[in-house]
């Protein structure tokens, strides 16, 4: 027997799948691409047009009010040292692409994990899809994203939501199932509609595994800055790619570092509102 005859390349039915859709679905792609770009172009110029040491007691300021006093001082320093190594602007365009992403990335996950929770053959049929998800390697996403999308900041958001989504649907999906059918059955008896019962009982008991979720997904979404920056979507990666390439030892730590104050800044302040809403912690 030939062995070639026992070989299966994907790519020979997924390279014309793709042809098609961008023949025939160029319009709607480019539709796609103008709403991110557009909400992306909006968030990013609303974090530049304030001055940077404005923005940085803003965001002091409101980690003390929403969080705590470390949590305020741990924010000033991670944006004030992405300010004196000279990289503001690209970290300001990575919270912007992080935050369309996970915003993105939300949308899709919470209704999907709620259905799941409602329906178990729903939930049993997505399970594996979101294994496969998670164990593909992140740099497989960007090869059809760039395919349809060219390169840019498009097909880095793309990429960066179908890694952030399964941390989210399937927390969601748990969030859901943990929360005791007794009050979702008082809701019920009392003559609340569904609408009433999701959004006054079952979304406030299962806050805290949602938090867990979001901040998941925010620290996986920031995880694909680097891969963004291959593919031209700017930001810190797009700093991490230039150093590496040029062999820029002191721009690729710099760059690096910033990426690690911004995962700390969105990490802690996370995790200070899940603490917070568990309770007063001890000292």
């Not at 770009?37 to 940085?56: G, M, R, Y």
């Not at 721009?251 to 568990?278: E, K, N, Q, Y």
Request: include cysteine; aromatic fraction near 8%.
């Amino acid at each position: 027997m030939n062995p070639s005859i026992l070989k299966f390349s994907p790519g020979a039915f997924l390279a014309p799948a793709v042809d098609w859709l961008n023949t025939n679905l160029h319009p709607l792609f480019a539709a796609i691409s103008y709403v991110v770009e557009a909400v992306l172009s909006a968030i990013e110029a609303a974090l530049l047009f304030v001055p940077p040491f404005a923005l940085i007691a803003i965001v002091v300021v409101a980690a003390f009010l929403a969080v705590n006093l470390r949590a305020a001082i741990l924010a000033g320093l991670c944006l004030g040292f992405c300010l004196i190594v000279g990289l503001w602007t690209a970290s300001m365009q990575t919270v912007a692409l992080v935050t369309v992403a996970v915003l993105i990335s939300v949308l899709i996950a919470f209704p999907i994990g709620v259905l799941c929770s409602r329906y178990k053959t729903l939930e049993a049929f997505v399970r594996p899809v979101l294994d496969v998800m998670q164990t593909v390697p992140p740099w497989v996403y960007l090869i059809p994203a760039v395919m349809i999308f060219s390169l840019g900041r498009v097909p880095a958001i793309i990429a960066t939501i179908v890694y952030g989504i399964p941390p989210m649907l399937r927390l969601t999906t748990l969030a859901f199932n943990q929360v005791p059918h007794e009050y979702v059955e008082l809701g019920s008896a009392i003559g609340a509609p569904p609408r009433s019962v999701l959004w006054k009982i079952e979304i406030p008991l299962a806050k805290q595994t949602l938090l867990v979720g979001l901040n998941q997904c925010i620290l996986l979404s920031l995880a694909m800055v680097v891969l963004a920056g291959l593919v031209g979507a700017g930001g810190l990666g797009a700093e991490v790619t230039r150093g590496l390439t040029r062999m820029e030892m002191g721009l690729g730590l710099r760059a690096g570092l910033a990426i690690v104050a911004v995962a700390l800044l969105l990490d802690r302040v996370s995790r200070g509102l899940l603490d917070r809403d568990r309770g007063p912690r001890a000292a």
